[in-house]
């Protein structure tokens, strides 16, 4: 299989919005000197992951071995549990066009562990889909 990393930055530790790394992703992304930026200790396993990421993965042009070398990164999450996820977001009013259906009450305002993945996107629908075109 191969996947498609479209995305990758929250595990390759990029994403400054994420709670586990937001001073590290500044460091990568910006610089030293920006002001919430903090270099992360030496010998941690953010820079191995930085390191398959920017000289290995993104260097491979196929494909599948880009997947190959992408699970590494996943390795050292499954080893170090960077960003574990937790039990406890609660509902929150979420607004929505009326006729627009497949957006299921109770869910949890999943942006913290999932972003907008929980309600599986491809149910959502509108009533008269004729009139949205």
Do not use: M
């Not at 930085?50 to 599948?64: F, G, K, Y």
């Not at 627009?100 to 009450?105: A, D, E, I, S, T």
């Not at 629908?125 to 075109?133: G, R, S, T």
Request: charged residues 20%; contains cysteine; aromatic residues 16%.
């Amino acid at each position: 299989t191969v996947l498609p990393l479209v995305a990758p930055i929250i595990w390759t530790g990029r994403q400054p919005d994420r709670p586990w790394c937001p001073a590290w992703s500044y460091y990568i992304n910006e610089g030293p000197d920006h002001p919430t930026s903090e270099k992360p200790p030496d010998g941690h396993w953010i820079w191995d992951i930085w390191d398959i990421w920017d000289n290995q993965v993104l260097r491979e042009p196929n494909p599948a071995k880009q997947t190959e070398l992408f699970f590494k990164i996943l390795d050292i999450w499954a080893e170090e549990l960077p960003y574990p996820g937790w039990v406890g977001e609660v509902p929150a009013p979420i607004i929505v066009k009326n006729g627009f259906r497949g957006y299921l009450p109770g869910f949890p305002l999943d942006d913290p562990t999932g972003d907008e993945h929980l309600l599986q996107t491809e149910t959502y629908y509108w009533e008269n889909p004729e009139a949205h075109v």
